[in-house]
């Protein structure tokens, strides 16, 4: 079964609800994320100025943290094939290991390209070491007409994930239901984090820069520290 992770405890420090313009990480935050290159990987319509993921890309850059951002040609309508050869790229720029962030489709998209036998592992001069997967966009579970975008991206894939992974959910996800969280959860090997009520904790979520989500991160990190760690001895 997943480890599941509570929003009470996932680390024992929180950071201040600041406006997230003056908003400054905690030292042990930043050390811990210096080793890595983040990629960040949004999901359907990409993420907008006021999404988390967008806010931490400024703040990452802002404390010397090294970030990517998976850009796409067409976030409306997207294929599988041009979906995965951007991350691709993105990821064979990279030359720390890498952590994702992804979220909605995004998380979708980084399952399934850690579960291709071509790239798995390794992608490109790169290592993918860590994902934080935040609320996966399941199209079985939704009922609006914008699943049928993302119909080519199904169904999930149920390999265990090569790296540690996060998984985030929210009580109100109309992209995914709980039970359906637990199961992927299970089925990648990956931590659970209960989010709440937070819908599908995207650009209307007014999550600001989300320390529940950094929060989660750090613990990532620490594990992926520890992973990589023991690999050496």
Same mark, same amino acid.
């Given at each position: 079964?997943?480890?599941?992770?509570?929003?009470?405890?996932?680390?024992?420090?929180?950071?201040?609800?600041?406006?997230?313009?003056?908003?400054?990480?905690?030292?042990?935050?930043?050390?811990?994320?210096?080793?890595?290159?983040?990629?960040?990987?949004?999901?359907?319509?990409?993420?907008?100025?006021?999404?988390?993921?967008?806010?931490?890309?400024?703040?990452?850059?802002?404390?010397?943290?090294?970030?990517?951002?998976?850009?796409?040609?067409?976030?409306?309508?997207?294929?599988?094939?041009?979906?995965?050869?951007?991350?691709?790229?993105?990821?064979?720029?990279?030359?720390?290991?890498?952590? $994702?962030?992804?979220?909605? #489709?995004? &998380?979708?998209?980084?399952?399934? +390209? *850690?579960?291709? @036998?071509? =790239? /798995?592992?390794?992608?490109?001069?790169?290592?993918?070491?860590?994902?934080?997967?935040?609320?996966?966009?399941?199209?079985?579970?939704?009922?609006?007409?914008?699943?049928?975008?993302?119909?080519?991206?199904?169904?999930?894939?149920?390999?265990?994930?090569?790296?540690?992974?996060?998984?985030?959910?929210?009580?109100?996800?109309?992209?995914?239901?709980?039970?359906?969280?637990?199961?992927?959860?299970?089925?990648?090997?990956?931590?659970?984090?209960?989010?709440?009520?937070?819908?599908?904790?995207?650009?209307?979520?007014?999550?600001?820069?989300?320390? $529940?989500?950094?929060?989660? #991160?750090? &613990?990532?990190?620490?594990?992926? +520290? *520890?992973?990589? @760690?023991? =690999? /050496?001895?």
């Amino acid at each position: 079964m997943p480890t599941i992770l509570r929003h009470s405890t996932a680390l024992p420090y929180a950071l201040s609800p600041l406006p997230h313009l003056t908003t400054k990480l905690s030292a042990a935050l930043v050390r811990a994320l210096l080793p890595f290159d983040l990629v960040i990987v949004p999901g359907l319509f990409g993420s907008g100025e006021d999404h988390w993921q967008s806010i931490w890309a400024s703040l990452f850059q802002a404390h010397g943290v090294s970030v990517r951002r998976v850009e796409q040609d067409d976030w409306e309508n997207p294929t599988p094939a041009a979906w995965h050869e951007r991350l691709h790229q993105t990821l064979a720029a990279s030359r720390k290991p890498v952590l $994702l962030i992804a979220h909605s #489709l995004g &998380a979708i998209l980084s399952a399934r +390209h *850690a579960s291709n @036998a071509t =790239s /798995r592992n390794m992608y490109g001069t790169s290592s993918v070491v860590g994902a934080l997967l935040v609320a996966p966009a399941d199209a079985a579970n939704h009922t609006g007409p914008d699943a049928a975008r993302i119909e080519g991206f199904m169904p999930p894939p149920s390999q265990k994930l090569p790296f540690p992974a996060t998984l985030v959910f929210s009580q109100n996800d109309p992209w995914l239901e709980v039970n359906r969280a637990h199961q992927l959860a299970k089925n990648w090997g990956a931590s659970l984090l209960d989010a709440g009520y937070a819908g599908h904790i995207g650009q209307d979520a007014n999550v600001e820069h989300w320390p $529940l989500g950094l929060n989660a #991160l750090h &613990a990532l990190a620490l594990t992926c +520290h *520890a992973t990589q @760690a023991f =690999s /050496r001895t």
